[in-house]
Every structure is written in structure tokens, then in C-alpha cells.
């Protein structure tokens, strides 16, 4: 067995480079051709590369002299049983196997874990694996502004709504017009600056003096109550209203409901109890 005169490691016999430092075997006599007759029956120490004859050590994976393989690939034993894995979404492709490493200056195939081929001497060269491409990640968005929030219009004022207001009447200077005793034509005219006068009959034993007194004119006869009626002005009108008298108040000839006014308009025919008068306004 040759001994390799650059790392002192035993090489096959028929070697021409060393299969640990791949230094050449110079010094080795080629390997015997290949006879023409049928290649020598292997033994249990050696065997022959079935491509070109020359006896190789039993074990040697590849040809020391073509490089050819020697022993098949181990059969890939079966997986052991395991409970069944739960089926993926989505099918993930297999990874391809990887090729037999291959000499990049001879092309004979190399044993896994050379660093010299057997045929030619070269260093065996490991081509790194390709870096899988980038994976390019759009750039982050810009940050956005918090949305603003809307300035609320100033509040409009509403519109202000002129309250309607009555009609100011000046001062009323009085009761406008006089009463006329009907048969005697006494004219009875309501006392200055009052707008509000009680007609009845005058009695000092109870303190009553009313602004037009019909005592003189037929009051006892005619059945007048002392408080019989209430003339004053409301607005621009004369109105009378009787104070619940006994014998009632009547304008042309109708009865008027005691605490109820009714207007009194010019040429009107009032009647207190039976005493009988007119109104006359200016």
C-alpha cells in the first residue's frame, strides 16, 4: 500500500493523487491495463471497478483510476410509523435533492466530504448555496395627521322678535256724556276726571253717596237700590254693569245679568228699577 510522500496518509494501491491532501503520486507505477478476457473474479480483500478493471480496496466509493462508483447508494430506510400529522391549508413544495458533488476540472464525481478528486488532483471547490433573493418590503407609510376637528361656527344670534305691544290710549279724561231723565228732561252729567261712577240713591244712615244720586228723580218710588249700577270706561267704550240690584238694570229694554258689563252707546235707553233715562255722549 502506497504512503503519500506529501501528508504520510496509506493510499489504495493504483492511487494517482492523494485522496487526503491531493498530492500527486509520483512515485507509484501506473495502474496494470484492463486484461481483454473477463475481469478478474473479486475477492473477499479486493475487488475490480466494473468500467475499467483495476482492482480497488473494498469500501472505496469511487475508482482510484476512472473515478467510476464502486457501491450503490444506501437504500433510504422507511420513515418510522407516526400518528398521521394534521393536512397543511396549502401544499408546501418539496425542496430539490441535492445533486452528487461533481469535480469542476475533470467532471468525475466526487466522494462526499473530498477536498481533492481522485482522477485529477484538483481541490474540490464548494460552490456556496444562492442566497435566496431579497425579499423587498414597501416602505413604510408616512405617518398621517390626526384628523382635525372642525371649528364650529360661531353661534348665530337669533333674531330678535319685537314684542307687540297694545296700543297706548292717552289718559281718559272722564266719562264722555250725561244721563237725561226721561219725562222731566233733568240731565244728570257724570262728575269730571272719573272713568268709574256708581248710580243709585244717597243714604246717610249707611254712609252711601253715589257719584250720580237719582234720590230727586222718583229713586224711592222707582225702586233704585242704594249701589244700583256701575258705569266706567274701558278702552274708548262706555260700559254699565249692575251691581245685583233689586229691581234690575235694563238697557233698551233688556235685562242685564248681574257682574256682567254691556256697552253703553249714545241714544241708549237705561232703566234703573223703573226710573227711565237716556244716554247722550258728545
Known amino acids: 500500500m502506497p504512503i503519500c510522500p506529501n501528508c504520510g496518509s496509506p493510499q489504495p494501491n493504483g492511487a494517482a493523487f492523494c485522496d487526503d491532501c491531493g498530492a500527486r503520486l509520483v512515485d507509484m507505477p501506473p495502474a496494470a491495463p484492463p486484461s481483454s478476457t473477463a475481469p478478474p473474479t473479486p475477492t473477499a480483500l479486493s475487488t475490480n471497478c466494473p468500467v475499467c478493471g483495476t482492482p480497488v480496496t473494498p469500501g472505496e466509493p469511487f475508482c482510484d483510476n476512472c473515478g467510476a462508483a464502486l457501491r450503490p447508494l444506501a437504500p433510504t430506510p422507511p420513515p418510522a410509523s407516526s400518528p398521521p400529522a ?42 456556496p ?7 423587498h418590503s414597501p416602505p413604510p407609510a408616512p405617518p398621517q395627521a390626526p384628523p382635525s376637528t372642525p371649528t364650529p361656527p360661531p353661534p348665530v344670534p337669533a333674531p330678535t322678535i319685537a314684542t307687540a305691544r297694545p296700543p297706548a ?15 222731566t228732561n233733568a240731565t244728570l252729567p257724570f262728575p269730571p276726571g272719573k272713568t268709574d261712577v256708581i248710580v243709585g240713591r244717597e243714604d246717610p244712615v249707611s254712609g252711601i253717596f253715589p257719584d ?28 254699565l254693569e249692575d251691581l245685583n240690584s233689586t229691581n234690575y238694570t235694563y238697557v233698551n229694554q233688556q235685562r242685564l245679568t248681574p257682574g256682567q258689563p254691556h256697552p253703553l252707546n249714545d241714544g241708549d235707553e237705561v232703566r234703573f228699577g223703573r226710573v227711565k233715562l237716556s244716554f247722550l255722549s258728545p
Open 129 to 135: 448555496a444562492p442566497s435566496p433573493a431579497p425579499v
Open 212 to 239: 250720580v244720586d237719582l234720590t230727586d228723580h222718583g229713586a224711592d218710588e222707582g225702586g233704585v237700590s242704594r249701589r244700583h249700577a256701575r258705569i266706567f270706561v274701558q278702552g274708548n267704550q262706555v260700559m
Open 169 to 183: 290710549y292717552p289718559p281718559a279724561a272722564g266719562i264722555r256724556g250725561q244721563l237725561v231723565v226721561q219725562g
Open 86 to 127: 394534521p393536512l397543511p391549508s396549502a401544499p408546501v413544495p418539496a425542496p430539490p435533492a441535492a445533486a452528487a458533488p461533481v469535480c469542476s476540472n475533470c467532471g468525475a464525481q466526487l466522494d462526499p466530504g473530498s477536498n481533492f478528486c481522485d482522477m485529477c488532483g484538483a481541490q474540490v471547490t464548494t460552490v
